[in-house]
């Protein structure tokens, strides 16, 4: 695993670094598929530091919103319209079941079209500061009356939803109660302790990347040929079918840095108690895995489902397979993924 390890980062160290914060739009919506945008300013990160955050909301402009709700969390080097193709594809009204009816997709800050902090630079924001945006958004929807059905998390974004239901149960409560969640899916989680982990040394990894701006500080940033070979390769760095070129990823805006405090979470691994999402907890949990991840073991996200929820049968667990089911498969072949998903497709 460490030779691995040794050939992904000289491998990554290879290329020409070029940063890319592009946010643009692509190819005309289908009629179906409409977006807009909501604003959420002065959300408190810290004592101190605020941030102002975007969430793109996606729906059916031909038809009223009478149905669920989905809010979706990005991952840590993506934004908001990662969630695109996704959203696009649950949308679209040809399933055999009755998906959301809109899709709400949060910006976290210094991603996208959310803010850098004020009273802090984005390279020194913690987990902890993400998930107060993250909570802050839900508290703010709910103030406006909008309450999700689903939660979907992809990559760092669930384990931002695992450590937050964990505080909420700690404190007495949970997703359910505090705000209707019925249903949350995990999309090539990151694995949290007690999981095994790799044996990856992530500073080593991660030092070719690390750049430094007045405006934002110290952060990783992976060039976009990097962010596709780790997102959308397989172990062997081949590419799916339909994985975008590292143009197109850079056109349609997925691409983001991460601030470089964030390498202490992939170090020193945060933990998450056993039994947060069993059946006491009103929530449903579904986590998806992709046969040809690179970035996620296997064994240790197939642990990780029967230890948030006691399930030892693994019932909403999904394995997909294919040719395209590589990490970030939701923004390269949405359709297939849903279809993989089978019955589990449900929870959206």
Not at 188 to 201: K, Q
Not at 275 to 289: E, K, N, P, Q, Y
Not at 311 to 336: I, Q
């Amino acid at each position: 695993m460490r030779k691995v390890a040794l050939i992904f980062s000289l491998a990554l160290a290879a290329l020409v670094m070029a940063p890319v914060f592009a946010h643009a739009e692509e190819s005309p919506p289908p009629p179906h598929f409409a977006a807009k945008g909501l604003d959420i300013p002065g959300v408190t990160l810290r004592p101190g530091v605020t941030a102002d955050l975007h969430l793109t909301i996606y729906y059916d402009p031909q038809h009223p919103c009478l149905g669920r709700t989905l809010f979706a969390l990005h991952g840590m080097w993506h934004t908001a319209a990662a969630w695109q193709p996704l959203a696009a594809a649950l949308l679209d009204g040809t399933h055999p079941w009755q998906g959301p009816c809109r899709v709400i997709a949060l910006d976290l800050p210094g991603h996208g079209l959310s803010s850098l902090p004020s009273g802090l630079l984005f390279g020194d924001m913690t987990l902890d500061d993400y998930m107060a945006a993250f909570l802050a958004s839900l508290g703010r929807l709910k103030g406006r009356g909008i309450r999700p059905d689903t939660l979907a998390g992809h990559s760092f974004g669930g384990l931002m939803i695992q450590l937050v239901q964990q505080r909420l149960v700690a404190d007495g409560t949970d997703l359910r109660k505090a705000y209707g969640v019925k249903d949350v899916v995990l999309l090539g989680t990151y694995v949290p302790e007690p999981m095994p982990g790799l044996s990856i040394d992530y500073r080593a990894v991660f030092a070719p990347f690390v750049t430094f701006t007045a405006e934002r500080g110290w952060q990783v940033t992976f060039p976009p040929p990097v962010w596709r070979v780790s997102m959308l390769g397989d172990p062997a760095g081949q590419f799916g079918p339909s994985a975008p070129t590292a143009a197109e990823l850079v056109a349609r805006g997925y691409i983001a840095p991460m601030p470089e405090a964030m390498v202490e979470s992939f170090v020193n691994r945060p933990y998450v108690a056993p039994d947060v999402f069993d059946h006491r907890s009103g929530t449903s949990l579904t986590i998806v895995a992709f046969q040809r991840d690179r970035l996620v073991w296997l064994p240790a996200i197939q642990a990780l489902y029967t230890h948030l929820t006691g399930d030892a049968s693994g019932t909403r667990f999904a394995l997909v397979e294919g040719p395209d089911a590589m990490h970030d498969m939701h923004l390269s072949n949405p359709a297939a993924l849903l279809e993989a998903m089978d019955r589990l497709a449900l929870a959206f």
